[in-house]
């Protein structure tokens, strides 16, 4: 197993693309993207009901070093203030397979 990094990404559908851009400039190895997700943050309510305003997406991926993590919180979070959604980062374990 090696220790790495656990990045987890919520933010508003019409932003995925700008979240995914910043991924590829860290050079991130993989990624996952749920679409259609829903809770509740600062700014409310999110879901793709017809009666919600907005739809979120989450993005998982790892960081296998501090560098390459150090970057990315660098790069995403002006995007977070300017659009919203949040950025977890907790410690993990990789399966090498």
Avoid at 54 to 82: A, R
Avoid at 85 to 96: P, S, T
């Amino acid at each position: 197993m090696q220790d790495i990094r656990k990045v987890e990404i919520i933010i508003d559908t019409f932003h995925v693309q700008d979240a995914l851009d910043i991924l590829d400039q860290v050079k991130v190895s993989g990624y996952t993207v749920i679409k259609d997700t829903s809770g509740k943050g600062d700014r409310g309510i999110y879901c793709s009901d017809l009666d919600c305003n907005f739809t979120s997406s989450y993005i998982m991926t790892v960081c296998i070093n501090e560098k390459q993590l150090d970057l990315l919180v660098e790069l995403i979070t002006p995007l977070l203030k300017k659009v919203g959604g949040m950025c977890l980062v907790g410690d993990a374990k990789w399966v090498i397979h």
